[in-house]
């Protein structure tokens, strides 16, 4: 009996199919996940859950997957998810629900609370928890995952019977399917394997990045908090009460070989006011890291027997936390509509897959294109620019319908 209280039995047609992967001989599945980030992981987890046969293909290995330090912070669609999946004991138990989020501009202060706004909350707890979760739930089920499996192909999505081939230990194998579930994110082959002529793009590359860094530090504040100073954007958040993220906004040249630690807290305080600035709490970086920023989407998710989810699909800004959320969402969709596929033999769930997850998609961009235009010293600015950013700021202080916006596209209230 699994720790969720399903019992799961590997049948001897799974057993079999698992020693001709052994073999390198071509075998069948159901569905062909490429990818174990949090969408490949919940996808296989909730298709598990109906029966709904599945092989994981990751190009890493498992301690790398590990090893990404990602934000954390779940909107309750998210946690509801992650607890049908089974696998949200530790996040109950570790996880930090947050009622509100603290905004300042120039200093001055705005809370936004979430629960007497939008009646809801979220909950911090780091995507390498969720995902670490995710793989201790796939690995006790005994269903497989093949990590470091390498140059992985798609072939013949467009018709009933597609097959993925890889390379593992430099044998080569070849699983045939009924679906390709591409959770490979940003990166992986899945989307690039899609016909140019069948894909629509969208994108925009901001003109600046975020300096990271991770301590294990206790947080100074409660919630988080968003800065808009006048020397650039600061986020201040964490992992848990022990350990601390911190963000500042940089230059997209900026080389990470420039920024001591010591830089780094003096830049961080220069971004708070003076008050807050003196309870930061400091210490030696545990990881230090610049990321760019990208809205990116690719139309539609669906190709034939092929579908993308997360990453593999979009790409917001992290200042309105949404990534995780987005793939988590995508992941709920395409595990209902396939699940109802073999077991009512409805295509109605996948048809309408692309258009229902476009929907969030484009509700989530929206907002973490806002959010970042709000908060972000746009390096172009003109003072029109400035003022329209203060202006948004003060709207959201004397507008309950403001602040009930934000906090409703923050805890993700939209299309759930
Ligand atoms: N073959 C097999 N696996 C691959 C390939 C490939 N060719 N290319 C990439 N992968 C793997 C990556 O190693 C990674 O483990 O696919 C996985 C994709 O995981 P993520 O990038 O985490 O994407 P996703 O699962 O959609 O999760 C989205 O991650 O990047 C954050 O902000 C984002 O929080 C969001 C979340
Ligand atoms: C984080 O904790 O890493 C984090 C939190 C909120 C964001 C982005 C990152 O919007």
């Not at 075998?27 to 994981?56: D, F, K, S, W």
């Not at 394997?193 to 629509?200: D, E, F, N, S």
């Not at 807290?265 to 990881?287: H, V």
């Amino acid at each position: 009996m699994q720790p969720d209280g399903i019992v799961r039995r590997r049948t001897n047609a799974a057993k079999s199919r698992a020693a001709e992967r052994e073999r390198g001989d071509k075998i069948r599945t159901q569905v062909v996940i490429v990818g174990a980030g949090p969408a490949g992981l919940l996808l296989g987890r909730l298709l598990e859950n109906h029966g709904v046969e599945t092989v994981i293909l990751e190009r890493r290995s498992a301690a790398y997957v590990l090893g990404r330090v990602r934000a954390g912070v779940l909107e309750q669609g998210t946690v509801e998810l992650l607890e049908r999946a089974g696998v949200a004991r530790r996040l109950h138990e570790d996880g930090l629900v947050h009622e509100g989020v603290e905004l300042r501009f120039d200093g001055e202060r705005h809370r936004v609370d979430f629960r007497a706004l939008a009646g809801r909350t979220v909950t911090v707890y780091g995507q390498t928890e969720v995902t670490h979760d995710l793989m201790d739930a796939r690995a006790a089920s005994g269903t497989a995952t093949v990590y470091e499996a390498e140059q992985v192909s798609l072939h013949d999505f467009d018709g009933a019977s597609p097959t993925v081939r890889y390379v593992k230990d430099g044998v080569g194998h070849e699983i045939v399917c009924d679906f390709i579930a591409g959770c490979d994110g940003f990166h992986g082959v899945s989307r690039a394997g899609v016909p140019a002529a069948a894909l629509q793009t969208f994108e925009r590359v901001y003109p600046f990045g975020w300096l990271g860094l991770m301590v294990e530090k206790p947080p100074f504040s409660d919630e988080l908090i968003y800065a808009n100073h006048e020397r650039g954007f600061a986020l201040c958040s964490m992992r848990s009460p022990h350990r601390s993220r911190y963000y500042v906004q940089v230059p997209l040249d900026e080389r990470l070989e420039d920024w001591s630690d010591a830089r780094f807290w003096d830049e961080l305080r220069r971004r708070l006011d003076g008050e807050t600035a003196q309870r930061l709490l400091t210490g030696p970086a545990l990881e230090k890291s610049i990321a760019p920023l990208r809205s990116f989407v690719a139309e539609p998710m669906r190709f034939g027997r092929l579908f993308l989810a997360g990453d593999a699909a979009h790409i917001v800004p992290p200042t309105g936390a949404k990534g995780l959320n987005l793939a988590m969402g995508d992941v709920g969709l395409l595990a209902a509509g396939l699940a109802e596929f073999y077991e009512e033999r409805s295509e109605a769930g996948i048809d309408a897959y692309s258009s229902r997850a476009l929907a969030r998609v484009w509700a989530a961009e929206r907002f973490s294109w806002w959010m970042t235009s709000l908060l972000h010293r746009l390096p172009d600015a003109d003072g029109f620019t400035r003022r329209i950013q203060r202006a948004e700021f003060d709207q959201l202080r004397w507008s309950q319908a403001a602040a009930r916006a934000l906090a409703e596209n923050y805890t993700g209230a939209f299309g759930r």
